[in-house]
């Protein structure tokens, strides 16, 4: 499901000196992209330091597509022949297959992958590469890179919250009339249905859906034609470039398009919160597979076993949802301080953009992954969760809502039932045996108390009980039909795919 880790399969790039001036690779004699201006070349500290090629290589794909929407666009404004055109787009078509294949060396003077692209495509195809820069900085240049990228990975982000959805509805329809403790406080409350456990978690993916779909939105903006920050003298069409490239729309402020990491922003926190919900989700699973509860047992190929204990099988994966919401968070918290009080327009600050969204984006889509095949593979332990649930403590509030019933205020039916259970505890006297000698109570209270009845008393809507469960069900079937299709139109807008 991973793809392969770009700095992993050419370890020259893991480390920025590797490609810095004097590291190895093709093209020594080649300048930067500004040697115009500049009596000398940069110092190797400067290129290390402020080199994001290690990096921003993964942008290569789009970058691609917005290079070859940008040239048909100086076509159109005359500026590149229909030869030029030709020779540009078969030359950003081998550019795309070199780099896939790990076949084209970096230049000790590729700053980027933006530069690294440009400079083969001119090697290639001539003055018409020589061209493609017209009209164009790195600055729209890299935000129209960057959202491309961005676009894709929402759309692979709610295709995996899908899936984790799908696991846990199709969990709780399994669940039956499953029931464990519910919980405040951590301490025993009030009986629920597994399923209704499970559609809790649901409906918070859902909700993530919603996010990712509503950032999706105000992402689908394309920045290119905004140049470094004013707009161009030359007859460009922004607006054909964004639909070339899929976009719904072009940018209205060009100084906004080349400064705006809204988007980023946005992504960082729809992740966040998926990695929040898969946190709690790893809490409860790292709790209920301790030998003292014994609510769930993990499938092999989902736990890990001790390098020095033979008997132990741990929740890695569940603690690791744990743990990696902290990393997620951070990356959120860290972009949105490298953004605050930036001033317009680009400013190399913005490079700092791109590994915090990889970062999340990859870990929050293994989670999800992890998560689901965790959850697909559980063994509900049920006998242990309703033998949990089944202590007549659990019916206490039963035991005043019948009170009420008959007529008495919540808080004195309250005040009865404490004493009765407080009683139990203090004399060891089984709570049966009290509540049929309460005069106010009696035997027929008694049968709230036998085993299982207590959670068929929660009959409201949205409850925790089988009738308002099998509803909730229903709409559950059709929410995650409806989310599967906003995943579905998320992918259909997306021009350039790579992760999945
Ligand atoms: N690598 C740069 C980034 O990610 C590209 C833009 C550089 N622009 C510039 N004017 N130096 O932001």
Redesign the pocket.
């Known amino acids: 499901m991973a793809e392969p880790d770009p700095l992993l399969s050419d370890p020259s790039l893991a480390d920025p000196a590797a490609v810095a001036p004097g590291g190895h690779g093709i093209g020594a004699t080649a300048a930067p992209l500004w040697h115009g201006r500049f009596a000398e070349g940069p110092a190797e500290e400067l290129w290390e330091y402020t080199l ?1 090629l290690p990096f ?1 290589q993964r942008l290569a794909p789009y970058d691609i597509a917005g290079c070859r929407a940008h040239a048909r666009g100086l076509a159109d404004a005359d500026i590149l022949t229909d030869d030029d055109v030709a020779a540009v787009i078969a030359a950003l078509d081998t550019v795309g297959a070199e780099l896939a294949g790990g076949l084209l060396e970096f230049a000790p003077t590729d ?2 992958i ?1 530069t690294v692209i440009e400079r083969r495509v001119t090697e290639l195809a001539g003055a018409a590469g020589a061209r493609l820069h017209t009209g164009r ?3 729209d240049q ?1 935000a129209t890179a960057f959202r491309l990228f961005c676009k894709d990975a929402v759309a692979t982000l709610a295709e995996h919250v899908v899936e984790l959805q799908a696991v846990l509805l199709e969990q709780a329809a399994g669940a039956g009339t499953a029931y464990l403790p519910g919980y405040t406080h951590m301490q025993q409350a009030q009986p629920v249905l597994l399923a209704h456990h499970l559609l809790a978690h649901f409906w918070a993916f859902s909700r993530d859906l919603d996010r990712l779909a509503d950032a999706a939105r105000r992402l689908d903006v394309s920045p290119l034609g905004a140049g ?1 920050l004013a707009g161009s003298s030359l007859p460009l069409d922004p607006a054909a470039t964004a639909q070339r490239l899929g976009f719904a729309g072009s940018f209205r402020n060009s100084l906004d398009a080349v400064s705006d990491r809204d988007f980023a922003a946005e992504i960082l926190f729809a992740a966040a919160l998926i990695g929040v919900h898969l946190s709690r989700i790893g809490e409860e699973i790292v709790i209920w597979s301790t030998e003292e509860f014994g609510f769930v047992r993990l499938a092999d190929a989902y736990s890990t076993g001790s390098s020095m204990l033979p008997q132990k099988k741990n929740p890695d994966i569940a603690e690791l949802a744990r743990g990696k919401a902290g990393r997620v968070i951070g990356n959120l918290t860290g972009l949105l301080a490298t953004i605050k009080a930036l001033p317009l327009a ?1 400013n ?1 600050d ?2 700092e953009d ?1 590994e915090p969204v990889f970062d999340s984006v990859d870990q929050v889509r293994r989670g999800l992954g992890a998560v689901a095949g965790m959850l697909a593979t559980i063994e509900f332990r049920t006998d242990r969760m309703q033998a949990s649930a089944d202590s007549p403590y659990a019916a206490a509030t039963d035991l005043a809502e019948y009170l009420v019933r008959s007529g008495v205020p919540f808080r004195d039916a309250h005040a009865v039932v404490g004493s009765v259970v407080r009683r139990s505890i203090d004399n060891g006297v089984p709570l049966a045996d009290l509540v049929a000698a309460e005069p106010l109570l009696g035997d027929a209270a008694v049968g709230l108390l036998g085993s299982g009845v207590s959670v068929t008393q929660r009959t409201t809507p949205g409850g925790a009980g089988p009738d308002p469960v099998a509803e909730q069900l229903q709409s559950a079937r059709l929410q995650c039909d409806s989310d599967r299709s906003t995943a579905e139109r998320l992918r259909s807008t997306v021009s350039v795919s790579v992760l999945s």
Do not use: C, T
């Open positions: 994001s921003d700053e980027d933006h900085s790195r600055n890299v470094a680009y190399r913005l490079q791109k």
